[in-house]
C-alpha cells in the first residue's frame, strides 16, 4: 500500500484563524486530492494537484488554498476559518494503477468554534 | 457533470442476511470506473469492489458483488451472509477514466447497520 498520512488528526480552531493540514505520501505519486466529508454530502472535492505547484480547484474551493512544494507534500490552507468549515477532511493520492481509484489518508476532523 | 445518487441514508439487517445498496449515477461517458467504499467507525476509507464499464460480468469479491446495469446506469452492492463486521458507511464513487487528472464523484453515503 502507498504510504500516505494526514496530520494533524484532530484539531479545534477558533473562528478567524488559519489552520493548515498536511498530506504527505512516501511513493512519489503525480496525483494528489483534498476532499471534505460532511453528513449527506458524502465526499466533495476541495482542491487536487497534478504535480508540484500544478493544482486545481474543485466544487468546494471557496475559503480554501493549497501548495504543493514537493511530490510528498500537499498543504490544505484554511485562511480565515469558520463555522461552516467543520468537516472531516480527507487527502488522497492516486497510485500509478489508477484503474484502481484512489488511496486515502485517515482523515482530519476539523471543529471550527 | 456527473452525479451520483444514493437514495437509501440508512439501512439495518440481521446478521446472515443479505442485503443489497443502491446507487444510481448520471453520466454521457461511455468509459469509466465505478467504486464502492465502505467507511467503518474508524473513518478510515477502504475499497470494497469496483466495476469497469467496458466489461458487462458484474465484479464479485468475496461475500460482495455487483449488480451493473450500464443502460440504467445503476450500480447497486449486495453483500451477502452480513456480518458485524460489515456495519459502516457505504460510498458509491464514479471516476471517468481520462488522460490527467483522474476525479472521483461520490454518492452522499448510505449508513448500514448489521444487528445481531
Known amino acids: 500500500d502507498a504510504g500516505i498520512t494526514q496530520s494533524p488528526r484532530h484539531k479545534v480552531t477558533e473562528t478567524g484563524t488559519p489552520v493548515t493540514l498536511r498530506c504527505h505520501q512516501t511513493?512519489?505519486?503525480?496525483?494528489m486530492y483534498w476532499y471534505r466529508q460532511d453528513p449527506g454530502h458524502g465526499l466533495r472535492l476541495i482542491h487536487y494537484?497534478?504535480?508540484?505547484?500544478?493544482?486545481d480547484k474543485g466544487e468546494v474551493s471557496d475559503g480554501y488554498s493549497v501548495s504543493r512544494s514537493k511530490t510528498e507534500d500537499f498543504l490544505l490552507t484554511l485562511e480565515s476559518a469558520t463555522s461552516s468549515q467543520t468537516s472531516v477532511y480527507f487527502c488522497?493520492?492516486?497510485?500509478?494503477?489508477?484503474?484502481?481509484?484512489?488511496?486515502f489518508g485517515s482523515g482530519t476532523r476539523l471543529t471550527v468554534v | 457533470a456527473q452525479t451520483v445518487t444514493q437514495s437509501q441514508p440508512e439501512m439495518s439487517v440481521q446478521e446472515a442476511e443479505t442485503v443489497t445498496l443502491s446507487c444510481t449515477y448520471d453520466?454521457?461517458?461511455?468509459?469509466?470506473?465505478l467504486f464502492w467504499y465502505k467507511q467503518p467507525p474508524s473513518r478510515q476509507m477502504i475499497l470494497v469492489i469496483r466495476?469497469?464499464?467496458?466489461?458487462?460480468q458484474n465484479a464479485t469479491e468475496n461475500r460482495f458483488s455487483v449488480n451493473f446495469q450500464k443502460a440504467a446506469k445503476s450500480f447497486s452492492l449486495k453483500i451477502s451472509d452480513s456480518q458485524l463486521g460489515d456495519t459502516a458507511m457505504y460510498f458509491c464513487?464514479?471516476?471517468?477514466?481520462?488522460?490527467?487528472?483522474?476525479?472521483?464523484?461520490f454518492g452522499q453515503g448510505t449508513r448500514l447497520t448489521i444487528n445481531p
Open positions: 466495476q469497469e464499464a467496458y466489461k458487462q
Open positions: 453520466t454521457s461517458e461511455n468509459n469509466y470506473y
Open positions: 511513493e512519489n505519486h503525480r496525483y
Open positions: 464513487a464514479f471516476m471517468k477514466r481520462i488522460q490527467g487528472a483522474q476525479k472521483l464523484v
Open positions: 494537484s497534478y504535480g508540484v505547484k500544478d493544482t
Open positions: 488522497a493520492i492516486l497510485p500509478d494503477s489508477r484503474n484502481y481509484g484512489y488511496t
